[in-house]
């Protein structure tokens, strides 16, 4: 089992910044792929951004240039700095981690962007 746990969510005006941050716990051996997904009221789940362990980076267009996100091994951790948010960036964003196949996600964290 993987536990993830967010942070970093919160209330910000259009064109400000966040950081969100996501810490793994477990049985974290063999994590792969991390990233940040995101829900919207009514909407689908998206794709923000994803990382392999070996610093491979997949962005949606709808964020590319204005998020980047990183990773700490060492401290199993990943990160996703926002910049220039945009009232449409609004929604939850959830941790994903992928351990040989099996995803586990975390509860999330609520990012607002107001305009």
């Known amino acids: 089992q993987v536990q993830l746990v967010e942070s970093g969510g919160g209330l910000v005006q259009a064109g400000g910044s966040l950081r969100l941050s996501c810490a793994a716990s477990g049985s974290i051996f063999s994590i792969d792929v991390m990233g940040w997904y995101r829900q919207a009221p009514g909407k689908q789940r998206e794709l923000v951004a994803t990382i392999t362990k070996r610093g491979n980076t997949n962005y949606a267009d709808s964020v590319k240039g204005r998020f980047t996100i990183s990773r700490d091994n060492a401290k199993n951790t990943v990160i996703l700095k926002m910049n220039s948010l945009k009232p449409e960036d609004t929604a939850v964003y959830l941790c994903?981690?992928?351990?040989?196949?099996?995803?586990?996600w975390g509860q999330g964290t609520q990012v607002t962007v107001s305009s």
């Open positions: 994903k981690a992928v351990q040989a196949t099996w995803p586990y």
